[in-house]
C-alpha cells in the first residue's frame, strides 16, 4: 500500500468526531463517533448501529427508490418514507377516476395495498474497505488518464470479484475524499414494492413551494409502501404469490418525543455535497450554475403551473414533474443566497491562502500539493464556456422539452434493434412516457425554451440556422408547431404505431429526432471540451483533500455526499435566524390550523375532518406533555438531497420522526456547514401516526408496530 492513502486513512479515523458537521462513514463509527455520541447521549454501543457480523440499525434503512431513503418499520417489511419521495409513484398510480394525489390513499388490509410498477428498495448487505485492492498498486505520482485507466481497471475487477462472491446482488465501489479512499457496497435490490398509504397532498404537501426549505413548517411529509419477496424471502418480480418482506432489523417507534438538548441520529443515503469547494468553483456556481438554472426552470415552471391549474388531467401528469423541478429550482435560490449572505467565498479564500503556505512550506513540489490548488483553477476557468453551453442546453432542452427526450429514446427501437435490452427499454419508456404527457404543454415549454436559447446562447444548434432561419423565416414558434404537428413521436397513437412497425426512413426524417440530435451535437461538443480539463481538475481536486488532511492531522474529517449510506448526530435545538428572533424546535396542529388560507387553497387547504379532530383534541397518544399534537421538529443533524426520509432516531436507535429538508438561512449547508443556524426539519412520528389512526382510520397498521391504539 502507498504512503498517501495511509496517511488519508490515518487522518480519517484519528480524530473523535464532533456533533453537527459531518455525514459520517459506518464503518469509522467505532474509532472516530462514537465516543462523542455516548458523550452527547447516545445509549447505544456501536455495533447496535453498524456491526458487520450480526443485525444492527444499518439493515433497517434502505435506498428508496432513485433519491430518497426509508426505514423498515415491521418484521413485515413496512416501510416509511416521505411523501414527496413516494409522490412520483403515487402520481403514477393517479388518475381522474382514482385521484390517490388529492384525495390520499389507505389500504385497509394487505390485500388492498396497490404494486408500483418500476420502485426499488436497496439494502446494503456489506461495505468493504476496497482503498487497498483499488489504489495498492497506483503510484502516488501517477495522475491523468494514467490514474483514470488503472483505478478503473481496479475498480471493475473489485466489482466483478464481488458480484461473483455474492450472486444476485448489486455491487458498486465509489471513490471517497476525492478518490484517496475507496468503498465497495454490496446492496439487495428488491422490485416487487407496494402503496400501503399516503396522505392527500392538503397533508403531505402542506405548505407546497411556499413553505419548502422553511421553518416553521407543518406538513405530513411521509406514504407507506411495503416490500415484498418471493417465498425464500429473496427479491423476486412482481407476483401475486409474493409474501412481505421478512425481517428482524427494523426500527421501533417512540411516542416518547423529545425536548429540547435531547440527542438525535439519522441515517439515511445524503446524495451530494460540495464541502471541500474552492472559491473558484464558487464563482462558477453564483455566476453561471445557479442563475442559468433558476431563470429556465423558473420559466418553464410557469408554463407548467398554468397547464396544471387548467385541467385535473394535466395537473395528475405534471405533478410529479413540476414537484421535482421546483424542489432543485427553490434550493438553487437559497442556495445562491446563502453562499453571499454567509461570507463563504471569504471563508474558502483564506482556507486556499493557508493551503498554500502549508504546502510551500512543508512539501516537495512532486508531490503535487504545491500544484493542488492551480490545477483547479486553471481546469474550473477552461472549461468555464463549455461548462455553461452544455448546462443551458441540458436544463433548456434535453430535461425542459419531453419530445426531445422520447426521440432519442427512439434510437433504440430502430429497425435492427429488434430483441435487444435496449429495445425493450425504449418500449416501457414508450409505455410510461405516454401515460404523463400532454403534447400542448410541452409544445408551450418548447416554443418558450426555443427562444431563450436564441437568446442567450452563443454558439446554437444547427437547427437554428437550417430550419428557423432559412425555412421559417426568423419565425421560431412556427417550426416549434411544425415540429409537433409533424413527429410521430408528439402524439401517442403515432407514437405507438411506430414502435410496433419501426421504419428508418420515418425515424432520419422525424423533425424531433432532427432536433434532438442537432441539441446533442452541440451538447456533446461542450462536454468533450468539459473532459479535457476533467483530469486536471481531478488530480487537483484529489491533492488538495489529501493536503487538508496532513495539514491538519487533528481536526476529524467527513467524506463528501456520495449517496452512499452515512450517520450524522446532534441534538433537538431551536435557532435564531437573525437578530432579535428566535424559532421554537416544534410545531404543532396548531399552526396547521392557522395557516389555512382560502386564498391560496392550492398550498394552504387543511380538510375538513382534521379541523374536526382539532377541534376536539382528539389526539389520542399522540399528544405531547402538554396536550398538543406535535407536527415537526428540529435537529442539528447535517442532511442534504437523499436523506429525505431517512429516520430521525432518539439515544435508544428508536424512531421519533422522518428527515423531509433543510432550512431556508442555510441553505449553502452543501458547499460549508453553518453549525449555529443548520437544522434538519423533521415529520414528527406521532404526526404520522395520528393520521395514519384517527384521520384515515388504518389502525391496523397500528398493531403491526406493536403500538396499542388509543
Same mark, same amino acid.
Given at each position: 500500500?502507498?504512503?498517501?492513502?495511509?496517511?488519508?486513512?490515518?487522518?480519517?479515523?484519528?480524530?473523535?468526531?464532533?456533533?453537527?458537521?459531518?455525514?459520517?462513514?459506518?464503518?469509522?463509527?467505532?474509532?472516530?463517533?462514537?465516543?462523542?455520541?455516548?458523550?452527547?447521549?447516545?445509549?447505544?454501543?456501536?455495533?447496535?448501529?453498524?456491526?458487520?457480523?450480526?443485525?444492527?440499525?444499518?439493515?433497517?434503512?434502505?435506498?428508496?427508490?432513485?433519491?430518497?431513503?426509508?426505514?423498515?418499520?415491521?418484521?413485515?417489511?413496512?416501510?416509511?418514507?416521505?411523501?414527496?419521495?413516494?409522490?412520483?409513484?403515487?402520481?403514477?398510480?393517479?388518475?381522474?377516476?382514482?385521484?390517490?394525489?388529492?384525495?390520499?390513499?389507505?389500504?385497509?388490509?394487505?390485500?388492498?395495498?396497490?404494486?408500483?410498477?418500476?420502485?426499488?428498495?436497496?439494502?446494503?448487505?456489506?461495505?468493504?474497505?476496497?482503498?487497498?485492492?483499488?489504489?495498492?498498486?497506483?503510484?502516488?505520482?501517477?495522475?491523468?488518464?494514467?490514474?483514470?485507466?488503472?483505478?478503473?481497471?481496479?475498480?471493475?475487477?473489485?466489482?466483478?470479484?464481488?458480484?461473483?462472491?455474492?450472486?444476485?446482488?448489486?455491487?458498486?465501489?465509489?471513490?471517497?475524499?476525492?478518490?484517496?479512499?475507496?468503498?465497495?457496497?454490496?446492496?439487495?435490490?428488491?422490485?416487487?414494492?407496494?402503496?400501503?398509504?399516503?396522505?392527500?397532498?392538503?397533508?403531505?404537501?402542506?405548505?407546497?413551494?411556499?413553505?419548502?426549505?422553511?421553518?416553521?413548517?407543518?406538513?405530513?411529509?411521509?406514504?407507506?409502501?411495503?416490500?415484498?419477496?418471493?417465498?425464500?424471502?429473496?427479491?423476486?418480480?412482481?407476483?401475486?404469490?409474493?409474501?412481505?418482506?421478512?425481517?428482524?432489523?427494523?426500527?421501533?417507534?417512540?411516542?416518547?418525543?423529545?425536548?429540547?438538548?435531547?440527542?438525535?441520529?439519522?441515517?439515511?443515503?445524503?446524495?451530494?455535497?460540495?464541502?471541500?469547494?474552492?472559491?473558484?468553483?464558487?464563482?462558477?456556481?453564483?455566476?453561471?450554475?445557479?442563475?442559468?438554472?433558476?431563470?429556465?426552470?423558473?420559466?418553464?415552471?410557469?408554463?407548467?403551473?398554468?397547464?396544471?391549474?387548467?385541467?385535473?388531467?394535466?395537473?395528475?401528469?405534471?405533478?410529479?414533474?413540476?414537484?421535482?423541478?421546483?424542489?432543485?429550482?427553490?434550493?438553487?435560490?437559497?442556495?445562491?443566497?446563502?453562499?453571499? %449572505?454567509?461570507?463563504?467565498?471569504?471563508?474558502? !479564500?483564506?482556507? =486556499? *491562502?493557508? $493551503?498554500?503556505?502549508? @504546502? +510551500? /512550506?512543508?512539501?516537495?513540489?512532486?508531490?503535487?500539493?504545491?500544484?493542488?490548488?492551480?490545477?483547479?483553477?486553471?481546469?474550473?476557468?477552461?472549461?468555464?464556456?463549455?461548462?455553461?453551453?452544455?448546462?443551458?442546453?441540458?436544463?433548456?432542452?434535453?430535461?425542459?422539452?419531453?419530445?426531445?427526450?422520447?426521440?432519442?429514446?427512439?434510437?433504440?427501437?430502430?429497425?435492427?434493434?429488434?430483441?435487444?435490452?435496449?429495445?425493450?427499454?425504449?418500449?416501457?419508456?414508450?409505455?410510461?412516457?405516454?401515460?404523463?404527457?400532454?403534447?400542448?404543454?410541452?409544445?408551450?415549454?418548447?416554443?418558450?425554451?426555443?427562444?431563450?436559447?436564441?437568446?442567450?446562447? %452563443?454558439?446554437?444548434?444547427?437547427?437554428?440556422? !437550417?430550419?428557423? =432561419? *432559412?425555412? $421559417?423565416?426568423?419565425? @421560431? +414558434? /412556427?417550426?416549434?408547431?411544425?415540429?409537433?404537428?409533424?413527429?410521430?413521436?408528439?402524439?401517442?397513437?403515432?407514437?405507438?404505431?411506430?414502435?410496433?412497425?419501426?421504419?428508418?426512413?420515418?425515424?432520419?426524417?422525424?423533425?424531433?429526432?432532427?432536433?434532438?440530435?442537432?441539441?446533442?451535437?452541440?451538447?456533446?461538443?461542450?462536454?468533450?471540451?468539459?473532459?479535457?480539463?476533467?483530469?486536471?481538475?481531478?488530480?487537483?481536486?484529489?491533492?488538495?483533500?489529501?493536503?487538508?488532511?496532513?495539514?491538519?492531522?487533528?481536526?476529524?474529517?467527513?467524506?463528501?455526499?456520495?449517496?452512499?449510506?452515512?450517520?450524522?448526530?446532534?441534538?433537538?435545538?431551536?435557532?435564531?435566524?437573525?437578530?432579535?428572533?428566535?424559532?421554537?424546535?416544534?410545531?404543532?396542529?396548531?399552526?396547521?390550523?392557522?395557516?389555512?388560507?382560502?386564498?391560496?387553497?392550492?398550498?394552504?387547504?387543511?380538510?375538513?375532518?382534521?379541523?374536526?379532530?382539532?377541534?376536539?383534541?382528539?389526539?389520542?397518544?399522540?399528544?405531547?406533555?402538554?396536550?398538543?399534537?406535535?407536527?415537526?421538529?428540529?435537529?442539528?443533524?447535517?442532511?442534504?438531497?437523499?436523506?429525505?426520509?431517512?429516520?430521525?432516531?432518539?439515544?435508544?436507535?428508536?424512531?421519533?420522526?422522518?428527515?423531509?429538508?433543510?432550512?431556508?438561512?442555510?441553505?449553502?449547508?452543501?458547499?460549508?456547514?453553518?453549525?449555529?443556524?443548520?437544522?434538519?426539519?423533521?415529520?414528527?412520528?406521532?404526526?404520522?401516526?395520528?393520521?395514519?389512526?384517527?384521520?384515515?382510520?388504518?389502525?391496523?397498521?397500528?398493531?403491526?408496530?406493536?403500538?396499542?391504539?388509543?
Amino acid at each position: 500500500m502507498k504512503r498517501l492513502f495511509l496517511s488519508v486513512a490515518a487522518a480519517c479515523i484519528a480524530c473523535t468526531a464532533a456533533a453537527g458537521e459531518g455525514m459520517w462513514l459506518l464503518p469509522y463509527l467505532q474509532r472516530m463517533n462514537i465516543a462523542d455520541m455516548q458523550a452527547k447521549g447516545c445509549l447505544l454501543p456501536a455495533d447496535a448501529i453498524y456491526s458487520v457480523d450480526k443485525g444492527s440499525l444499518k439493515d433497517a434503512v434502505v435506498i428508496f427508490g432513485g433519491g430518497c431513503t426509508g426505514e423498515i418499520v415491521s418484521p413485515r417489511g413496512l416501510l416509511f418514507t416521505n411523501h414527496h419521495c413516494g409522490y412520483g409513484s403515487i402520481q403514477a398510480l393517479s388518475s381522474v377516476e382514482n385521484d390517490y394525489l388529492k384525495n390520499g390513499f389507505w389500504a385497509m388490509s394487505p390485500a388492498e395495498e396497490i404494486p408500483a410498477p418500476g420502485l426499488e428498495v436497496r439494502f446494503v448487505r456489506r461495505i468493504v474497505d476496497a482503498t487497498a485492492d483499488v489504489l495498492g498498486s497506483v503510484p502516488d505520482i501517477a495522475g491523468g488518464e494514467e490514474r483514470e485507466r488503472m483505478v478503473q481497471a481496479r475498480v471493475g475487477e473489485l466489482e466483478k470479484r464481488l458480484a461473483g462472491e455474492h450472486p444476485g446482488m448489486e455491487v458498486v465501489v465509489k471513490p471517497f475524499f476525492g478518490g484517496n479512499r475507496y468503498f465497495a457496497f454490496v446492496m439487495e435490490v428488491y422490485t416487487d414494492v407496494r402503496l400501503v398509504g399516503t396522505p392527500p397532498t392538503s397533508i403531505g404537501k402542506f405548505g407546497g413551494d411556499t413553505d419548502n426549505w422553511m421553518w416553521p413548517r407543518h406538513t405530513g411529509d411521509f406514504s407507506i409502501f411495503r416490500v415484498y419477496a418471493g417465498p425464500d424471502n429473496r427479491p423476486a418480480a412482481y407476483s401475486p404469490a409474493n409474501v412481505p418482506y421478512r425481517t428482524d432489523n427494523y426500527l421501533k417507534v417512540s411516542l416518547d418525543g423529545y425536548g429540547e438538548g435531547d440527542f438525535a441520529m439519522i441515517m439515511g443515503f445524503p446524495g451530494t455535497t460540495q464541502r471541500y469547494m474552492t472559491s473558484y468553483e464558487i464563482d462558477r456556481m453564483l455566476e453561471v450554475e445557479n442563475p442559468q438554472r433558476i431563470f429556465i426552470r423558473g420559466e418553464r415552471q410557469a408554463i407548467l403551473k398554468e397547464r396544471m391549474a387548467s385541467s385535473d388531467e394535466v395537473r395528475i401528469q405534471y405533478a410529479a414533474k413540476y414537484a421535482q423541478s421546483s424542489n432543485y429550482w427553490k434550493n438553487s435560490i437559497g442556495m445562491s443566497r446563502g453562499i453571499r %449572505k454567509l461570507g463563504v467565498k471569504a471563508q474558502k !479564500e483564506a482556507r =486556499e *491562502e493557508a $493551503f498554500r503556505q502549508w @504546502a +510551500a /512550506a512543508n512539501t516537495l513540489p512532486e508531490e503535487g500539493y504545491v500544484r493542488a490548488l492551480d490545477d483547479i483553477r486553471e481546469s474550473v476557468e477552461g472549461s468555464l464556456p463549455a461548462f455553461a453551453e452544455r448546462q443551458f442546453l441540458s436544463e433548456a432542452f434535453l430535461r425542459a422539452v419531453e419530445l426531445l427526450r422520447i426521440a432519442s429514446s427512439a434510437e433504440a427501437a430502430r429497425p435492427g434493434k429488434r430483441g435487444s435490452e435496449a429495445r425493450e427499454a425504449a418500449e416501457r419508456k414508450f409505455r410510461d412516457f405516454y401515460k404523463d404527457y400532454d403534447p400542448e404543454t410541452d409544445r408551450r415549454v418548447a416554443r418558450r425554451m426555443v427562444e431563450i436559447a436564441y437568446e442567450h446562447l %452563443k454558439e446554437r444548434p444547427s437547427f437554428y440556422a !437550417e430550419w428557423i =432561419e *432559412e425555412r $421559417f423565416l426568423g419565425d @421560431a +414558434a /412556427a417550426y416549434v408547431d411544425w415540429v409537433y404537428d409533424n413527429s410521430v413521436f408528439a402524439d401517442e397513437a403515432r407514437g405507438t404505431a411506430y414502435l410496433k412497425k419501426p421504419s428508418e426512413k420515418v425515424y432520419r426524417n422525424d423533425p424531433a429526432v432532427a432536433m434532438y440530435r442537432s441539441i446533442a451535437e452541440r451538447y456533446e461538443a461542450a462536454r468533450a471540451e468539459e473532459r479535457r480539463h476533467a483530469l486536471q481538475f481531478a488530480d487537483g481536486h484529489r491533492r488538495y483533500i489529501a493536503g487538508l488532511m496532513r495539514m491538519e492531522p487533528d481536526r476529524p474529517w467527513a467524506s463528501d455526499a456520495n449517496f452512499t449510506i452515512r450517520l450524522t448526530y446532534g441534538n433537538v435545538l431551536p435557532y435564531r435566524p437573525c437578530d432579535g428572533v428566535k424559532y421554537d424546535y416544534r410545531t404543532t396542529l396548531k399552526g396547521v390550523i392557522e395557516k389555512e388560507d382560502p386564498k391560496n387553497p392550492e398550498e394552504f387547504t387543511v380538510p375538513e375532518k382534521l379541523k374536526s379532530l382539532y377541534a376536539a383534541r382528539d389526539f389520542g397518544c399522540y399528544a405531547d406533555a402538554r396536550g398538543e399534537l406535535p407536527t415537526c421538529f428540529l435537529a442539528d443533524c447535517d442532511i442534504t438531497g437523499g436523506n429525505s426520509g431517512s429516520p430521525v432516531m432518539n439515544a435508544r436507535g428508536e424512531l421519533i420522526g422522518l428527515a423531509f429538508d433543510g432550512n431556508w438561512e442555510a441553505m449553502s449547508g452543501d458547499v460549508a456547514f453553518e453549525p449555529e443556524l443548520q437544522r434538519t426539519i423533521a415529520v414528527d412520528i406521532r404526526y404520522v401516526l395520528f393520521i395514519v389512526d384517527k384521520f384515515a382510520g388504518a389502525g391496523w397498521l397500528l398493531e403491526e408496530l406493536g403500538l396499542e391504539r388509543n
